[in-house]
T-cell receptor
Framework: ETGVTQTPRHLVMGMTNKKSLKCEQHLGHNAMYWYKQSAKKPLELMFVYSLEERVENNSVPSRFSPECPNSSHLFLHLHTLQPEDSALYLC????????????????FGEGSRLTVL | AQKVTQAQTEISVVEKEDVTLDCVYETRDTTYYLFWYKQPPSGELVFLIRRNSFDEQNEISGRYSWNFQKSTSSFNFTITASQVVDSAVYFCALNDYKLSFGAGTTVTVRA
């Protein structure tokens, strides 16, 4: 199994739908992250979970709701999204992660390509 | 203000040419870490290198080399004798108190 697995790889949803993105890491890391990647823009950090506790929330609209039930799993619940939310959503994990002080590298999944119609 | 600037949006080269990707960063901290990641068409970002602010030695790994210069706040990346498999988006990142990515440089290597 690859280190960080994201499902689904592709998702098309209407603005009134509710869907979830799933991320699973098999690396024994204690921190997980959601990033948003839009065309021609830097990666935007959305959420950070360290030891299953949310340590960072970068002013993300409430239509995005993260959940981290344990250190290996991370979800991003989506509801009433807008077309501008269409992007690649990347999950990552690291060891000894926190919003300040982590020095190691991130391990990324292949992303979930979201299209909002 | 952007903390990590990758001025080159796209670079196109012919196979076997060398290609250098520029990265300029901004931080007030004396302790920080710099990274390069590669994002192939499959989507996942792959870690290439980490460098801490106290280690200015240049590094070479196969066809990849990195030039870190604190005096100019730059951490440039060179691919020597490029190959088609090097085609990807390359991201530079800075971690002072928080990890910030540059906008990325798309490298296309033509056969």
């Amino acid at each position: 199994e690859t280190g960080v697995t994201q499902t689904p790889r592709h998702l098309v949803m209407g603005m009134t739908n509710k869907k979830s993105l799933k991320c699973e890491q098999h690396l024994g890391h204690n921190a997980m992250y959601w990033y948003k990647q839009s065309a021609k823009k830097p990666l935007e950090l959305m959420f950070v979970y360290s030891l299953e506790e949310r340590v960072e929330n970068n002013s993300v609209p409430s239509r995005f709701s993260p959940e981290c039930p344990n250190s290996s799993h991370l979800f991003l619940h989506l509801h009433t999204l807008q077309p501008e939310d269409s992007a690649l959503y990347l999950c990552a994990s690291s060891q000894d992660g926190s919003s300040g002080g982590f020095t190691g590298e991130l391990f990324f999944g292949e992303g979930s390509r979201l299209t909002v119609l | 203000a952007q903390k990590v600037t990758q001025a080159q949006t796209e670079i196109s080269v012919v196979e076997k040419e060398d290609v250098t990707l520029d990265c300029v960063y901004e931080t007030r901290d004396t302790t920080y870490y710099l990274f390069w990641y590669k994002q192939p068409p499959s989507g996942e970002l792959v870690f290439l290198i980490r460098r801490n602010s106290f280690d200015e030695q240049n590094e070479i790994s196969g066809r990849y080399s990195w030039n870190f210069q604190k005096s100019t706040s730059s951490f440039n990346f060179t691919i020597t004798a490029s190959q088609v498999v090097d085609s990807a988006v390359y991201f530079c990142a800075l971690n002072d108190y928080k990890l910030s990515f540059g906008a990325g440089t798309t490298v296309t290597v033509r056969a």
